[in-house]
């Protein structure tokens, strides 16, 4: 089992559109978490972190499910701009320790 | 600015061809990892360094070697013994344990 797993989409959504992405982690020892976005062929660059109050950027909001050990991404009024690979970041409490999902591509369509 | 600097951006390598990709780092950080992103796979983690003159080998280290003489310098060579090497390759540094990582622009690195 993948220590981090996302849906790989890709998501197919219209401007202005709400879309929500989840990813799962096995290991219950993780203290940090993170979504990072990547456009192609370039490096991922943080979108934000996420802490088990819930924490929201503008147009994004992340959650933390520890019980459950998911953590979710919430995108609304979608941008042409936001098209791009999302990848879910799990580390643990040592340096050496991240965890990456394969990332879920979403496409905004004008 | 402080960031994070990886040369070069696209690199071939001819069979039985050792390559070097270059990362510097100015942000003072002193822990350093090198991944490894396949097409619609995650990063896989190769060699990673906590201090100077010390690294570790990550989950697939075979075929690649690292040093760290400098705190700002962690130069991957990708050896002839890495038969599949093709592969975008990310340089990325923390402050501290349970911050972000920071990532350089990657080196695309094919086989000629």
């Known amino acids: 089992r993948k220590e981090v797993e996302q849906d790989p989409g890709p998501f197919n959504v219209p401007e202005g559109a709400t879309v929500a992405f989840n990813c799962t982690y096995s290991?219950?020892?993780?203290?940090?978490f993170f979504w990072y976005r990547q456009d192609c062929r370039k490096e991922p660059k943080l979108l934000m972190s996420?802490?088990?109050s819930g924490n929201e950027d503008g147009r994004f909001t992340a959650q933390l499910n520890r019980a459950s050990q998911y953590i979710s991404l919430l995108i609304r009024d979608s941008k042409l701009s936001d098209s791009a690979t999302y990848l879910c970041?799990?580390?643990?409490?040592?340096?050496?320790?991240?965890?990456f999902g394969s990332g879920t591509k979403l496409n905004v369509k004008p | 600015d402080g960031g994070i600097t990886q040369s070069p951006k696209y690199l071939f390598r001819k069979e039985g061809q050792n390559v070097t990709l270059s990362c510097e780092q100015n942000?003072?950080?002193?822990?350093m990892y090198w991944y490894r992103q396949d097409p619609g796979q995650g990063l896989r983690l190769i060699y990673y360094?906590?201090?100077?003159?010390?690294?570790q080998k990550g989950d697939i280290a075979e075929g690649y070697s690292v040093s760290r003489e400098k705190k700002e310098s962690f130069p991957l060579t990708v050896t002839s013994a890495q038969k599949n090497p093709t592969a975008f390759y990310l340089c990325?540094?923390?402050?501290?344990?349970?911050?972000?990582?920071?990532f350089g622009s990657g080196t695309q690195l094919s086989v000629l």
């Open positions: 942000l003072n950080h002193d822990a």
């Open positions: 990325a540094t923390q402050g501290s344990a349970n911050e972000k990582l920071f």
């Open positions: 996420v802490y088990s």
């Open positions: 970041v799990v580390g643990t409490y040592n340096f050496n320790k991240f965890y």
């Open positions: 290991n219950s020892a993780s203290q940090s």
């Open positions: 360094s906590q201090i100077v003159n010390d690294f």
